[in-house]
Nanobody, 125 residues
Framework: QVQLVESGGGLVQAGGSLRLSCAAS????????MGWFRQAPGKEREFVAA????????YYADSVKGRFTISRDNAKNTGYLQMNSLKPDDTAVYYC??????????????????WGQGTQVTVSS
């Protein structure tokens, strides 16, 4: 079993930045990909970013490309999402996800085995 705990969310003005963290405990996730998703009220959960186990390969949704950066520190069993130039449309609950099955990158919800409880990000205009 893997437990994921997100932190770092909050209220920020448009143009501001936030850094989300995802701390994993229990079984290690260092050998597997991780991802970030978000869900706005009344909308489906959508893919934001994914990272390979080594951190050498990343992939982003078009809506965040150039503004968000996903990274990980395997020594700390922790993933990160640096969010810059935030827009009101980025307002959502952000979830990190992990799996303990081999893959390079994973961008769909059903391919992840474990989810955090989510952290709220609110961007005011």
């Amino acid at each position: 079993q893997v437990q994921l705990v997100e932190s770092g969310g909050g209220l920020v003005q448009a143009g501001g930045s936030l850094r989300l963290s995802c701390a994993a405990s229990g079984r290690t996730v260092t050998n597997y990909p991780m991802g970030w998703f978000r869900q706005a009220p009344g909308k489906e959960r959508e893919f934001v970013a994914a990272i390979s186990w080594s951190g050498g390969t990343t992939y982003y949704a078009d809506s965040v490309k150039g503004r968000f950066t996903i990274s990980r520190d395997n020594a700390k069993n922790t993933g990160y999402l640096q969010m810059n130039s935030l827009k009101p449309d980025d307002t959502a609950v952000y979830y990190c996800a992990a799996r303990t099955r081999p893959a390079i990158l994973v961008t769909t919800t059903h391919q992840y085995d474990y989810w955090g409880q989510g952290t709220q990000v609110t961007v005011s205009s």
